[in-house]
T-cell receptor, first 121, second 111 residues
Framework: GAVVSQHPSRVICKSGTSVKIECRSL??????MFWYRQFPKQSLMLMAT?????????EQGVEKDKFLINHASLTLSTLTVTSAHPEDSSFYIC?????????????????FGPGTRLTVL | AQSVSQHNHHVILSEAASLELGCNYS??????LFWYVQYPGQHLQLLLK??????LVKGIKGFEAEFIKSKFSFNLRKPSVQWSDTAEYFC?????????FGIGTKLQVIP
């Protein structure tokens, strides 16, 4: 159980175009989804936290107009990289946390997707 | 701000050797601590976690970790590694509302 998928797994696009990445929880309802970015030889960097039906909370330094996040349902969140540039090339990973149960914090256990490799030419 | 440091970036061990991966964190409040593992070509998976109670936490596949509050540490251990333990291991700390990951340690186990 607790499977998270991402699509696409790899995308190459031209500079100036927009790219949408989907993150789906396949067998559970995810009240909260997280988007991370990972540069080579660096740790995962949290970009934003999204809760179903509300606006995403972005980490400091992350441009919300550039990285649009939509969490329209309990099983789907999307990240759109708008007007992508070569410096946006990176590995983007999503994770999902299921519904909290009696006192459990929602961020306690995250289930990760396989990641999406974005290359902007 | 919270931070996590993993001391060993690349560890090479022979099968049956003992493993200890260091993890230290920086945060002034109550924390939850995690170790995640990423096997080659697979997703990040939760190995074990500490919320409260017994500071010695046992996880899957024979791994354990000890939370030492005075040292702000949460080191991962396994008494005898196997070739199948070859993977990248990430320590993470949850402070107020946010989880921060360490840079990861690549473990290579030689048969």
């Amino acid at each position: 159980g607790a499977v998270v998928s991402q699509h696409p797994s790899r995308v190459i696009c031209k500079s100036g175009t927009s790219v949408k990445i989907e993150c789906r929880s396949l067998d559970f309802q995810a009240t909260t989804m997280f988007w991370y970015r990972q540069f080579p030889k660096q740790s995962l960097m949290l970009m934003a936290t999204s809760n179903e039906g509300s606006k995403a909370t972005y980490e400091q330094g992350v441009e919300k107009d550039k990285f649009l996040i939509n969490h329209a349902s309990l099983t789907l969140s999307t990240l759109t990289v708008t007007s992508a540039h070569p410096e946006d090339s990176s590995f983007y990973i999503c994770s999902a946390a299921d519904r909290p149960r009696g006192g459990q914090r929602v961020t306690d256990t995250q289930y990760f997707g396989p990641g999406t490799r974005l290359t902007v030419l | 701000a919270q931070s996590v440091s993993q001391h060993n970036h690349h560890v090479i061990l022979s099968e049956a050797a003992s493993l200890e991966l260091g993890c230290n964190y920086s945060y002034g409040g109550t924390v939850n601590l995690f170790w995640y593992v990423q096997y080659p070509g697979q997703h990040l998976q939760l190995l074990l976690k500490y919320f409260s109670g017994d500071p010695l936490v046992k996880g899957i596949k024979g791994f354990e970790a000890e939370f030492i509050k005075s040292k702000f540490s949460f080191n991962l251990r396994k008494p005898s590694v196997q070739w199948s333990d070859t993977a990248e291991y990430f320590c993470a700390v949850r402070g107020y509302q946010k989880v921060t990951f360490g840079i990861g340690t690549k473990l290579q186990v030689i048969p």
